[in-house]
């Protein structure tokens, strides 16, 4: 091999290496952006969830309360006194039942929510991991390239 392909051919070897350590630091950025994204996406899905939830509750809290309503309307049409005995004691176990109902539609939603956040804790921390993997791959590389190029030097120049 002549005295000018020499640093030619180490300069390709260099320069490839440089250029394959980029691409991998991008594509390792890339992936870990969109994964960044999806997890701002099931963090807007925990919100969503909690909304949601709060909102059914509140819903069906004005439903129980309407129910109370009609049972002592027809309680009092009935000459009954709403507020004793026996009326008194089912318009009570409907508040009870209905608040028990409401409690489990927030655990609920709380439980759904839950599990997007985890999901997005997830996707972060693999975000993180895939970024720290590139950078690696890429300072391996151009390791490699460094020490391909030095074998190249020391095998041609006898060295």
Do not use: C
């Amino acid at each position: 091999m002549g005295a000018a392909a020499l640093p030619a051919l180490i300069g390709i070897q260099v320069g490839s290496s440089i250029l394959q350590s980029e691409a991998q630091r991008n594509q390792a950025k890339f992936q870990s952006e969109m994964m960044l994204k999806n997890a701002r996406e099931a963090d807007r899905m925990a919100a969503r969830a909690m909304d949601l939830g709060e909102k059914e509750a509140k819903k069906y809290s004005q439903q129980i309360n309407q129910l109370v309503g009609r049972q002592r309307a027809g309680f009092a049409a009935s000459g009954v006194d709403v507020n004793f005995g026996t009326a008194q004691a089912v318009q009570k176990e409907t508040r009870d039942v209905g608040f028990q109902d409401v409690e489990n539609i927030r655990t609920n939603a709380f439980m759904t929510a839950m599990g997007y956040k985890t999901q997005a804790q997830d996707i972060s921390r693999q975000a993180r991991m895939t970024r720290q993997a590139g950078e690696f791959e890429a300072n391996m590389t151009l390791l490699s390239g460094g020490l391909n190029a030095a074998t190249t030097y020391f095998i041609v120049t006898g060295k």
